[in-house]
């Protein structure tokens, strides 16, 4: 119980809340490190299993070549490469480790999205003469609109915790407050930053279930 009145204090240390080092830069870096990479992640995943989910070929195969990235430790991942080549380029590393963890969960629930789609109404859009990019923009992809959110939300959640491996190769982030107190024997320290890291899980978790909630399928799914 000390302990977290400890951590709490040095939360509440204004000292601590600014400069280079502060807790303001560190939360900056990290929701920049996640963007980024929730980003990236989005333009390899997200084409990929809504072309495989309209064509329903293929979808399998890529969901569960994706998947063994889960198998894989994002540390060792990130060990790996930072004996690359890439490893010279700064926080290049990091991202692409976090890239790979994040990409199953979008590609995945973008597909399953996709194929639960009622083939009832791809099937009268087929028959209004909708050609097949039609079919894909206007009725596939707005229905597979919650799933697909789903995915973008859990990836989302995930590289927010995960993004503070992003101190061990050197970057930036929440991450970096932790690694301090451990170099500094400071439990309090790292209490504090694990604290901030899982806040800002919660806020991601919250923003994206409000958004679902407010989104256009959920609107629909209201609609008498």
Do not use: K
Request: proline share 5%.
């Amino acid at each position: 119980m000390n302990t977290l009145g400890e951590a709490w204090d040095w939360l509440a240390d204004s000292a601590h809340w600014s400069g280079s080092e502060g807790i303001g830069q560190r939360l900056l870096e990290h929701f920049l490190l996640t963007l980024v990479c929730l980003l990236i992640s989005c333009l390899i995943a997200l084409p990929v299993a809504l072309v495989l989910g309209h064509l329903g070929r293929g979808g399998a195969l890529a969901v569960n070549i994706s998947n063994i990235g889960r198998a894989v430790p994002t540390f060792a991942v990130l060990v790996l490469l930072l004996l690359t080549p890439l490893g010279r380029y700064g926080e290049g590393p990091t991202v692409v480790a976090l890239v790979l963890f994040a990409v199953p969960p979008l590609l995945t629930n973008a597909y399953v999205g996709m194929r639960e789609v009622d083939r009832g109404v791809v099937q009268a859009a087929r028959g209004m003469g909708m050609t097949g990019g039609q079919l894909l923009r206007r009725v596939e992809a707005p229905l597979a609109l919650p799933m697909i959110l789903a995915g973008v939300r859990l990836a989302a959640v995930q590289l927010v915790a995960t993004a503070t491996i992003a101190a061990l190769a050197g970057g930036g982030g929440l991450g970096r407050i932790i690694t301090a107190g451990f170099n500094l024997a400071s439990t309090p320290q790292v209490v504090a930053g694990a604290f901030l890291v899982a806040v800002f899980a919660l806020l991601v978790e919250g923003l994206f279930a409000l958004a679902e909630r407010l989104g256009p399928g959920r609107a629909r799914q209201g609609r008498p």
